[in-house]
């Protein structure tokens, strides 16, 4: 698990929005990295993980999987696997839920 909280250039708008500490199982020196993501935006959150996952070590190659890309960028990312493409207005976002069965669901929300 990679956190972004503290690489991230928009630390002063959001804020610290997690507690969780990066934890890495391997060694990222020479290893191919899949970084898996809910929602693609801006791309600011992909490049926080990365600065943070390059904190470890130079891995050999990193491809990005998200479950929605939304477009909207404004960092120069892209994902390599994407299992849903929408366009949404800048002033909506999507939530990631779970219900109380344990369903997996996304919610459309004002931004």
Request: charged share 25%; aromatic share 8%; proline share 3%.
């Amino acid at each position: 698990m990679l956190s972004s909280s503290l690489h991230r250039d928009d630390f002063a708008q959001r804020g610290m929005a997690s507690s969780a500490q990066t934890q890495i199982a391997f060694d990222v020196n020479g290893a191919d990295v899949l970084v898996l993501d809910d929602v693609l935006y801006t791309g600011r959150t992909v490049r926080a993980v990365l600065n943070e996952l390059y904190d470890y070590g130079r891995p050999a190659s990193v491809r990005l999987a998200v479950l929605v890309d939304r477009g909207g960028r404004e960092l120069p990312i892209q994902a390599d696997f994407a299992a849903a493409r929408v366009a949404l207005p800048a002033d909506r976002s999507l939530a990631l839920a779970r219900d109380e069965g344990g369903v997996f669901h996304f919610r459309i929300q004002e931004a």
